[in-house]
């Protein structure tokens, strides 16, 4: 049900967003997490590590389509749970 949901109302993809040029990045100043999808066939694989790269991210690679969310919600919503929990650690200190 989900998956014919997430598919039906997934809209294109705006392809000029991927020449903006960001003024303030939040990955700058904060700790960053990123998921990249190994089978994805929206985004090159290698693209999303280099952006991870870039932001310092703690990544993981897990070998699902662009839908990673679809394909592995519980390895997604650890993480989530993961990345919410040493960001909050790191704001105590």
């Given at each position: 049900?989900?998956?014919?949901?997430?598919?039906a109302v997934?809209?294109?993809?705006?392809?000029?967003?991927f020449d903006?040029?960001?003024?303030?990045?939040?990955w700058?100043?904060?700790?960053t997490?990123?998921?990249?999808?190994a089978?994805?066939?929206?985004?090159?694989?290698?693209?999303?590590?280099s952006?991870?790269?870039?932001?310092?991210?703690?990544?993981?690679?897990?070998?699902?389509?662009?839908?990673?969310?679809?394909?592995?919600?519980?390895?997604?919503?650890?993480?989530i749970?993961?990345?919410?929990?040493?960001?909050?650690?790191?704001t105590?200190?």
């Amino acid at each position: 049900m989900v998956r014919k949901l997430a598919l039906a109302v997934q809209g294109q993809s705006y392809g000029p967003m991927f020449d903006e040029k960001l003024t303030v990045a939040a990955w700058n100043t904060k700790p960053t997490w990123a998921v990249v999808s190994a089978s994805d066939r929206m985004l090159p694989p290698a693209m999303e590590e280099s952006a991870a790269k870039k932001m310092g991210a703690v990544t993981i690679t897990l070998p699902t389509c662009h839908m990673v969310i679809l394909e592995e919600p519980a390895k997604v919503a650890a993480v989530i749970d993961k990345a919410e929990r040493n960001a909050s650690a790191m704001t105590l200190h």
